[in-house]
């Protein structure tokens, strides 16, 4: 498979590799896709007071498009309030990696893993 | 980056340099029409078409020379076995059988001619790779007319037991096929077991574009051909031979049967190593296959928690090949380590590691450091691995 640039240095360098607690009622989980479909994302978000994404995570399984586009969209939501971290599509992911075609659920995963992980943050704090 | 280490020699081989310069006059200098036999030129051509001939026929024990007929490859050779037997014989029966991990030029044949009407069989293989004989002795009847089953797989290595086919195959008087394009020139093949056996070119240090197909001549196994022209090769394969290509394969048969006792004693060494290293530095690594009855220079391994093509995407520089989905066009993990039962997640993790007649200690070592580094850095990135 060629990568793109983008993709390569996400692969070998990718930044917010990690765990958050999951105890601490800032912080929202998401766990997408399944092992037996070869990619599985969990990723991870810290919300502060004022609203905005100050910590994002992911730990990633899957091919070299699964990882940077986890590791992508994680750079992307850093420092975001949740309706704009909501708003970051696919397309938006897939573009910005050149990912081909074939590759394109890549970036629809990571795009489920935020709107999850946001999900799970506001069902722990509701009422 | 360092130089590129090629350990994919199940997709292909490079082209033995002794080989090559045994092709070179025919391109050029003796360029003569092996058909065209009634003068010098053409008569030269045919004298080093019939001597490759006998150097194919001689590596897996064809009683005549007459025996080999020439192809463009295993491809060629499986479809012209698989097509020309079926449509020769269908008089004769109804049902064609096969395995449930053969090449897919295999697969697809008998897919073609399940649309043509005939009563195509699956049959299942056990865990370890190898083909039920128990459920092929039941499905081979009067009316099958052909089995054909790999000798040796392409992904995880399995030979699989050639002389008990044999026998069920001869006990209702089907006709035995056997794709042997990973088999011939890496273990010993005998021709008086089948009655039709494929050869490849470039997966035995021959050029691409060449193989060989085995047809019996007593009793005598008949096709309809495929492509329809001058004739040539028995009425089997019409289109004029391509002399430096027979000429190389010839001389692949020949050196691979000189060297294959000593190559293997070597190879044997190079995979122990490598598995002993890999064992003995990362946990939850499993090989794919049957671990005594497989060739020496093919390892399947799957490794827990990770994905193949990222393994490949950190070491570039070491070509191997994955059974993951992610390095095929498709959405679906290899088929043949779904037939032999392996989980779906570690088909997806999956690599396979060539070794070959090029491979060197050095190589060995430096891909095994180097995959050990890879997947320790894509577990501590994993979700499925704590």
Known sequence: MEYSKEVMDRYNNPKNVGSLDDNDKNVGTSIVGAPSCGDVIKLQIRVDEGGKISEARFKTFGCGAAIASSALITEWIHGKDLDEARGIKNQDVAEYLSLPPVKAHCSVLAEEAVSKAIKNYQDKNRG | ?386
């Not at chain 2, 490849?200 to 019996?216: D, M, N």
């Not at chain 2, 060297?259 to 190079?270: A, G, Q």
């Open chain 2, 1 to 386: 980056m360092t130089r590129s280490i090629y350990m994919d020699y199940q997709a292909t081989t490079p082209c033995d340099k002794r080989v090559l310069e045994e092709m070179l006059p025919y391109f050029c200098d003796h360029f003569g029409n092996p058909h065209s036999i009634s003068h010098a030129m053409g008569a030269q051509a045919k004298e080093a078409v019939e001597k490759a001939r006998s150097q194919v026929s001689d590596l897996i024990g064809a009683a005549d020379p007459k025996e080999i007929i020439f192809t463009s490859g295993a491809t060629e050779s499986n479809n012209l076995a698989i097509q020309g037997v079926a449509h020769f014989y269908k008089e004769k029966g109804n049902r064609i059988i096969t395995s449930e991990i053969e090449h897919k030029c295999v697969l697809e044949a008998f897919q073609a001619m399940e649309r043509e009407g005939f009563d195509v069989i699956r049959i299942p293989v056990l865990k370890n790779g190898i083909i039920d004989l128990q459920i092929l002795e039941e499905a081979v009847n009067e009316r099958t007319i052909l089995v054909s089953v790999m000798t040796v797989n392409n992904e995880i290595g399995t030979i699989q037991p050639i002389d008990e086919i044999s026998e069920i195959c001869r006990k209702k008087s089907a006709l035995f096929h056997t794709d042997a394009a990973q088999a011939v020139g890496k273990i010993k093949v005998d021709a008086s077991k089948v009655d039709l056996m494929s050869i490849s070119g470039h997966k035995i240090y021959g050029p691409k574009g060449v193989g060989a197909l085995y047809v019996r001549l007593k009793p005598r196994v008949r096709l309809s051909p495929i492509f329809f022209g001058g004739g040539q090769e028995r009425g089997m394969r019409s289109g004029t031979l391509p002399t430096p290509l027979c000429v190389g394969l010839g001389r692949a048969c020949e050196i691979a049967r000189q060297e294959m006792d000593s190559e293997n004693v070597r190879l044997v060494e190079l995979k122990s190593y490598f598995l002993k290293k890999i064992f003995d530095s990362l946990e939850k690594v499993y090989l794919n296959g049957d671990t005594e009855h497989g060739i020496p220079g093919c390892i399947n391994l799957s490794f827990d928690g990770i994905e193949g093509e990222s393994i490949m995407l950190g070491m570039p520089e070491v070509c191997v090949s994955s059974g993951s989905a992610c390095t095929s066009d498709s959405l679906e993990p290899s088929y043949v380590l779904k037939a032999i039962s392996v989980r779906e997640d570690l088909a997806h993790s999956s690599l396979r590691i060539g070794f070959g007649r090029f491979t060197t200690f050095e190589e060995v070592e430096y891909a095994s450091s180097k995959m050990i580094e890879v997947v320790n850095r894509l577990r501590s990135m994993s979700p499925l691995w704590q």
